[in-house]
Structure formats: C-alpha cells, structure tokens
C-alpha cells in the first residue's frame, strides 16, 4: 500500500519561501506520476504542481514562475519549492501518487502552510 507523508509546511512571511516534502513508500517510487495539490478554506481542491517520472511539469497558472516541483528518485522524495508566496497561498497542501497503469491514486494528510505577516 502506497503511503506518502508530507512535511514542511508552517507559517511564513509574505514573499517569503517555504519547501515542502512528500516521502513516499510501499511501491516503486518511478511508477508513479507525483503532483502536489491545495486546499484553502471554503475552496475546493486544486492543482498546483504536478511531476512525471520522466520529469515533465505542469503548474497552475497561479503558482507559475514562483512554486516548483522537484523528485528525487533516489531518496522517493517529491518536493515543492514555493518561494514568492502571498496570503492567496494559504491552503492545506497534499501530496499525490497517481500509478501509471493501474491510475489508482493515493493522498498524504496534508500539511498547513499558512502566509500571514
């Protein structure tokens, strides 16, 4: 069973930066496209970044040229590197692992970030 655990999320300072971290375990890390989505209050949940095992990108228009995806394979790490950030960041962000083949899709618990001066 596919288990991923987000850390690093806190509270920042308007432009300010924050990286988060999704470990993963229970299957082979290379397999699955990794993605990291968001959760504000009252809002749905929303994409913000997504990562393919070869490396492809996507983003949301809101986070581009600010947030960005990386994976480690070796350590079956995926990270989020948000530097820029503003109030409008502030949400609840989930790790995601969707499988290649199969598309069965596994969720973190999420971890806070909150952007407030």
């Not at 960005?68 to 989020?80: E, F, G, P, Q």
């Amino acid at each position: 069973q596919v288990q991923l655990v987000e850390s690093g999320g806190g509270l920042v300072q308007p432009g300010g930066s924050l990286r988060l971290s999704c470990a993963f375990s229970g299957s082979i890390f290379t397999l699955y496209f990794m993605g990291w989505y968001r959760q504000a209050p009252g809002k749905q949940r929303e994409l913000v970044a997504t990562m393919s095992g070869g490396g492809s990108t996507n983003y949301a228009d809101s986070v581009k040229g600010r947030f960005t995806i990386s994976r480690d394979n070796a350590k079956v790490t995926v990270y989020l590197q948000m530097d820029s950030v503003s109030p409008e960041d502030t949400a609840v962000y989930y790790c995601n692992a969707q499988n290649v083949v199969t598309r069965a899709t596994y969720w973190g618990q999420g971890t806070q970030v909150t952007v407030s001066s």
